[in-house]
């Protein structure tokens, strides 16, 4: 499968259907131009989060920090305990205050809420390019 065929797939948790409608469009078809497309799965519930991140085939991970009644900081330290070879994680923080929460988290990146569709296209790139060894 060449670079231009190839799909991201990108797992976004919220119990918000907001919040996730707002990760979709801010992220969009692809974040950078020279990247390859995405492919969402959303999940409004951690049990789905576990059976996709069991299943495989995720290369980035949106967790909502604020969600009920599992947040995305948990979450995401369980599942870094859990999963060998985990995917690069981005937490929605409540606020930018909270992005020492995110480290707690070992998320790789935190990007506070009200989304700013930019920095959250910005550091999904970022991430995506590490992952894929891909430089700017």
């Known amino acids: 499968m060449t670079s231009s065929e190839r ?17 979709l469009s801010a992220l969009g078809t692809r974040p950078a131009p ?4 995405l492919s969402f799965v959303e999940c409004a519930t951690e049990p789905m989060v ?6 495989g085939h995720i290369d980035l991970v949106v967790l909502d ?3 009920v009644p599992a947040g995305g900081m948990g979450i995401c330290r369980q599942l870094k305990d859990e ?6 994680v981005i937490v929605l923080t409540g606020r930018p205050q909270d992005g020492w929460l995110a480290t ?3 998320a790789e990146a935190a990007v506070p809420q009200p989304l700013d569709p930019v920095v959250l296209a910005e550091t999904a790139a970022t ?3 590490r992952r894929l060894a891909i430089t700017a």
């Open 65 to 67: 920090g604020e969600a």
């Open 7 to 23: 799909r991201i797939n990108v797992l976004v948790y919220s119990d918000d259907s907001i919040t996730r409608a707002a990760v």
């Open 83 to 88: 999963i060998f070879n985990y995917p690069p």
């Open 104 to 106: 707690w988290s070992r």
């Open 127 to 129: 991430l995506i390019r």
């Open 50 to 55: 576990i059976r996709h991140m069991d299943g």
């Open 34 to 37: 020279e990247l390859p497309r």
